[in-house]
């Protein structure tokens, strides 16, 4: 299993999420959660059915 560290790493090298528990690529995404400055994203493994989240959150922004 990779550790939230790692799934973090991994996921922003190659761009593509993954399961932390077996590394499959066949995610579904379930609820979705967004506020102000963040997003809540669950999934689920159809490989594993493992279900993990990730929280993402906005760095910066701009006006035009």
């Known amino acids: 299993m990779l550790d939230p560290d790692e799934w973090k790493a991994r996921v ?34 159809e490989h594993c059915q493992h279900t993990f989240s990730g929280l993402f959150a906005l760095v910066t922004w701009y006006t035009t």
Do not use: R, W
């Open 12 to 45: 922003i090298a190659e761009g593509v999420t993954c399961c932390p528990a077996c590394e499959s690529t066949e995610i579904t995404l379930g609820a979705t959660a967004i506020g102000v400055m963040t997003i809540h994203q669950e999934y689920i493994c």
